[in-house]
């Protein structure tokens, strides 16, 4: 079974910093892309940027480029959405979600758990 | 960026009836090479992440009940759920994959039992 494990809840202080991870199984990890979707309180979902393990080319939607760093260790199968000073409007659920196909053009399926990361002083 | 925006943005359907949500994108998602549309649904249920309904516009995920459908094509498209059940409350989305890597998603519609 195609399954993505993220990691537990944050809660953390303004300006700290944090690392949040999604680990793959059930399929060959590095060759498929993965994408980190924000979702804030009440709201819709946002896609933040993607990532392919295998050859770490990862892309950046213009809203969450230089905010979040998005990075994988194929060696564990896993993939990273890192801050490096939170700020409170960080407070969401953050989804990974893996590319139904290899392909860079393609629906996400299946989707992790998500991580809520609550930013508050 | 391509723009998605979907309606209405909440809608109340009685059980068994049917419910019809609509996304517009702010330019065509249809590919010429393949005649293909770049456009996905998805289902989200309270504290569950989304679920895959529909992908290419009209082709249903494996496991997801015929009665949801998707049509459309180039910048208009729908989904259908008839015979609507009490667990098809939920949050839908609409998500083009043409323009990458902005998977932008519609802005969510809210369905729920009248």
């Known amino acids: 079974e195609v399954q993505l494990v993220q990691s537990g809840a944050e809660v953390k202080k303004p300006g700290e910093s944090l690392k949040i991870s999604c680990k793959g199984s059930?399929?060959?990890?590095?060759?498929?892309?993965i994408g980190w979707v924000r979702q804030m309180p009440g709201k819709g979902l946002e896609w933040m940027g993607i990532?392919?393990?295998?050859?770490?080319?990862?892309r950046y939607s213009p809203s969450f480029q230089g905010q979040v760093t998005i990075s994988a260790d194929k060696s564990i199968d896993t993939a990273y959405l890192q801050w490096s000073s939170l700020k409170a409007s960080d407070t969401a659920m953050y989804f990974c979600?893996?590319?139904?196909?290899?392909?860079?053009?393609?629906?996400?399926?299946?989707w992790g758990q998500g991580t809520l990361v609550t930013v508050s002083s | 960026d391509i723009v998605m925006t979907q309606s209405p943005d909440s809608l109340a359907v009685s059980l068994g009836e049917r419910a019809t949500i609509n996304c517009k994108s702010s330019?065509?998602?249809?590919?010429?090479?393949?005649?293909?549309?770049?456009l996905a649904w998805y289902q989200q249920k309270p504290g569950q992440p989304p679920k895959l309904l529909i992908y290419?516009?009209?082709n249903r995920e494996y496991g997801v009940p015929d009665r949801f459908s998707g049509s459309g094509s180039g910048t208009d498209f729908t989904l259908t759920i008839t015979n609507l059940q009490a667990e098809d409350v939920a949050v839908y989305y609409c998500?083009?994959?043409?323009?990458?890597?902005?998977?932008?998603f519609g802005q969510g519609t809210r369905l729920e039992i009248k």
């Open positions: 979600a893996r590319s139904a196909e290899r392909s860079l053009s393609t629906w996400f399926d299946p």
């Open positions: 059930g399929y060959n990890f590095a060759g498929y892309w």
């Open positions: 990532i392919y393990p295998g050859t770490s080319d990862t």
């Open positions: 330019q065509s998602v249809l590919h010429s090479s393949n005649n293909k549309n770049y």
């Open positions: 290419w516009a009209s």
């Open positions: 998500q083009q994959y043409y323009t990458t890597p902005s998977y932008n």
